[in-house]
């Protein structure tokens, strides 16, 4: 729902493979699938790694985010959804 209402506001970049309703996360998820299912059949070891290659979220201050989404006219419930994602967020990377 949240994305079907950003999406009016905030068109999807068609390279986009996350938060879309065609087939790219299938596709990319099958290749994963695959993948793994290699790895296993041969016992060998498989590592990946997901990658934001727009850095968007590295190079974005989160309140810009916000700002256009409200500028944009984007219902306020999604944005304090958005907003929310935002809060107190971290990553760790072992």
Do not use: W
Not at 4 to 28: D, H, K, T
Not at 30 to 38: E, G, N
């Amino acid at each position: 729902i949240a994305m079907a209402r950003l999406v009016r506001a905030c068109p999807i970049n068609p390279r986009q493979r996350g938060f879309i309703s065609a087939s790219g996360c299938f596709e990319n998820l099958k290749l994963l699938q695959l993948l793994v299912k290699c790895a296993k059949q041969e016992h060998r070891k498989l590592g990946v790694v997901f990658v934001d290659i727009a850095k968007a979220f590295d190079t974005v201050c989160h309140q810009h985010i916000i700002a256009g989404l409200i500028q944009r006219g984007v219902d306020s419930h999604v944005v304090h959804l958005v907003s929310d994602m935002y809060r107190n967020i971290t990553t760790c990377i072992v």
